[in-house]
């Protein structure tokens, strides 16, 4: 059992369509980040998020820490084929090592 | 900045083999972490370093795998001998905080 599933596994959608994917976890986190990558690099970090509540947006993504600090959502607006890629949630239990979820891989077709 | 930085960025060997990954950390990043990548377990956690001390090793599948960083701006994961099983994209990476962390572009490993 992953510390943190995310969900769908995979999504595959038109260029423009709106989309979510969700970060969950029976823990509670004292802060969740989000990476994406892409085919043939490491991941690279795009948020952090600290706050229960918070909402975080950069450009077309907008990145949400559930109150509990348990779960987090990453939701794109008219996704772009540039959005194609493997997002990836992370959090560290009890301040301990950055443990990953197994990722959402997001493809969006021209 | 380089960025960290990996090599080889493809490994084919043959079972039994040793194999050898290389990482130089970004200046200045006092954690460095192996992690090794699968489509069926994701991103796994095999050690971490801080001030080239291994912290945490328990993520090491076993005796067949070892690390070092024998100074800040280099560190090894051996495997000796390697299995089919081992292959995997395996990836350094680095920090400041151990919160924020910097990824190489890994190393592709296929043990044949």
């Known amino acids: 059992t992953q510390l943190l599933e995310q969900s769908p596994q995979f999504l595959s959608i038109q260029e423009g369509e709106n989309l979510t994917v969700y970060c969950n976890s029976s823990?509670?986190?004292?802060?969740l980040q989000w990476y994406r990558q892409e085919p043939g690099e490491g991941p690279v970090l795009l948020v952090t998020v600290v706050t229960g509540g918070e909402v975080k947006k950069l450009k077309r993504l907008t990145f949400q820490f559930g109150d509990a600090r348990k779960d987090s959502s990453l939701h794109i607006t008219a996704a772009q084929p540039g959005d194609t890629g493997l997002y990836l949630c992370a959090g560290a239990p009890n301040n301990n090592d950055m443990r990953f979820g197994a990722g959402t891989r997001l493809t969006v077709k021209p | 900045d380089a960025g960290v930085i990996q090599s080889p960025r493809h490994e084919v060997t043959e079972m039994g083999q040793e194999v050898t990954l290389r990482c130089k950390p970004i200046?200045?990043?006092?954690?460095l972490f192996w992690y090794r990548q699968t489509m069926m377990r994701g991103l796994e956690l095999l050690i971490y370093?801080?001030?080239?001390?291994?912290?945490?090793d328990s993520g090491m599948p076993e005796d067949r795998f070892s690390a070092k960083m024998p100074n800040a701006s280099f560190s090894t994961l051996k495997i000796q001998p390697s299995e089919p099983r081992d292959s995997a994209v395996y990836f350094c990476?680095?920090?400041?905080?151990?919160?924020?962390?910097?990824f190489g572009s890994g190393t592709q490993l296929s043990v044949l």
């Open positions: 990476a680095s920090s400041r905080t151990r919160k924020k962390l910097f």
């Open positions: 200046s200045g990043h006092d954690y």
């Open positions: 823990s509670v986190f004292s802060s």
């Open positions: 370093f801080n001030n080239n001390v291994p912290i945490d």
